[in-house]
């Protein structure tokens, strides 16, 4: 028999250990935000956002990256559909008369019953930092002209302005997240893309005709302004029933990245100096055990990076480490196992990552000290640690991740379950501002944001800073 003194003990046992549990796993906040319904599937093909463009082989999908470790060169690529023309660029200093040229590349492809276009890469190199640049393609037949312009001198002092964006698609939403990436008044220079492009591989035999949309959808801002590739799981296209055997192949062929200027073995990881970032893309569906060619390449990455010539140390990858949504939950445990002590060690500052189709940031976290005898494997906060963002919200083609892991961990500071894009905005060796903006909101409605202080050159905690308009 269990006395009446003991039960109120044991109701009093029990009141402190919910108490505690609530304490001590109770996070940041899980947004309140309820969306608009929206259509969620992909625009029709004869949408005006994929118009073919007017004239006899004229290029479309016009597409720039940067094109060495440095950002005085810079990868033009477009496809030209009736035949292969000319991959020769025309380009040339904003006001000036003197026209210089490069050669470059064609490629087509065959997947299953489609064939691709003719592809062509062309590298413009000796870039003058800071200048705006005009660039001609469709040489011979019809000719268009687009322009960008250049990154300041890697250096400490540029102040440079990301967007970020992972998991577009080409739906309704990934049009009006784009849209708000080009309306946002925090001008981005050049987005930092996080895997999964086209979702061509949604449609039967991942009819690449949706690779060709995509490359047209997204033409307005990537013919503009770089996009810097991260490779992700929409991309892997093999389908051995159809004989489609070679991992990767619609977009090895579509999207080149400069790879080894970074003196990387494959276009999939690599690295790039951009202004006052040093930016380093992994490859979540490539071998990164230890002894691999990735494993090997990014132990030799992380000594050279030198912080007085480049504060902000950035990593973009497809699968997210830290994540508590319960898509794809732990999916990128394996490789945080392997390269998170690294990310310590060299003070990363921000980690994003996509592929869940949701908005989260983490506080600066850590979970390093687990040695399989000692049970020590729960995150704790570490201010040597990078702040993880998952933004693999840009609209894709399979809806929203929102069925969250509850209660929110302690590790995770807001997360919402939205379409959107970000930007970071770096003012200087010290401070950067980070802003979330949802895609149904007015464009200079920042739903997140955070003042990031730099790992090397001030390394205070910033969690005070955030102000999440919708916690
Ligand atoms: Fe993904």
Redesign the pocket.
């Known amino acids: 028999m269990v006395g009446p003194n003991t039960r109120s003990l044991i109701v009093f046992v029990a009141l402190i250990l919910v108490f505690n549990i609530a304490t001590l796993c109770n996070g940041g906040s899980t947004s309140r935000y309820v969306r608009k319904l929206a259509k969620g599937d992909d625009m029709p093909l004869d949408s005006d956002v994929f118009r073919v463009p007017r004239g006899y082989n004229a290029p479309q999908q016009v597409h720039i990256t940067q094109g060495d470790l440095e950002g005085k060169a810079m990868i033009v690529s477009w496809v030209t559909i009736d035949e292969p023309g000319s991959s020769k660029v025309l380009y040339w200093i904003d006001g000036s008369d003197q026209k210089l040229s490069a050669n470059g590349k064609v490629n087509k492809y065959k997947f299953y019953n489609y064939t691709s276009g003719f592809i062509h890469h062309c590298t413009i190199r000796r870039l003058k930092p800071n200048t705006k640049y005009h660039y001609e393609v469709g040489i011979g037949h019809t000719v268009r002209s687009f322009w960008f312009i250049s990154p300041p001198e890697v250096g400490p002092d540029a102040p440079y302005t990301f967007g970020l964006i992972g ?1 577009l698609g080409q739906s309704y939403d990934s049009n009006k997240t784009l849209t708000h990436y080009e309306q946002n008044p925090t001008k981005g220079q050049a987005v930092l893309f996080v ?2 492009l086209s979702y061509a591989d949604q449609y039967p035999n991942h009819d690449n005709a949706r690779w060709d949309s995509w490359g047209r959808f997204v033409e307005r801002s990537v013919a503009y302004q770089p996009w810097i590739w991260t490779v ?3 991309e892997i296209d093999f389908v051995p029933e159809i004989g489609e055997t070679k991992p990767f192949k619609p977009y090895s062929n579509r999207y080149h990245t400069p790879y080894k200027a970074s003196n990387s073995t494959s276009p999939f990881w690599y690295s790039i100096k951009r202004g006052p970032a040093y930016i380093i893309v992994l490859a979540s569906y490539s071998a990164y055990g230890k002894y691999t060619p990735q494993f090997k390449w990014l132990e030799a990455e992380f000594p050279k990076v030198n912080r007085t010539e480049t504060p902000w140390l950035i990593v973009l990858m ?2 997210p480490w830290y994540n508590s949504n319960t898509y ?1 939950y732990m999916e990128g445990e394996t490789m945080r196992v392997m390269y998170e002590p690294w990310f310590v060690k060299y003070k990363v500052d921000m980690v994003f990552a ?2 869940v189709h949701a908005y989260e940031r983490t506080e600066r976290v850590s979970n390093i000290a687990y040695n399989v005898v000692n049970g020590l494997c729960t995150p704790v906060k570490d201010s040597s640690a990078p702040i993880y963002i998952t933004i ?1 919200d840009g609209g894709n083609l399979e809806g929203l991740a929102n069925n969250m892991t509850m209660p929110q961990p302690e590790y995770s500071a807001f997360r919402e379950a939205s379409f959107g894009h970000a930007t970071l905005d770096i003012k200087n060796k010290t401070h950067a501002y980070y802003a979330w903006h949802r895609n149904q909101d007015e464009f200079s409605v920042e739903a997140d944001n955070l003042w990031i202080f730099n790992r090397y050159w001030n390394p205070v905690d910033e969690s005070s800073t955030s102000a999440s308009a919708s916690a």
Request: charged share 15%.
């Open positions: 998991d895997g999964d992700g799981n929409h497809h699968a794809h996509g592929h693999g």
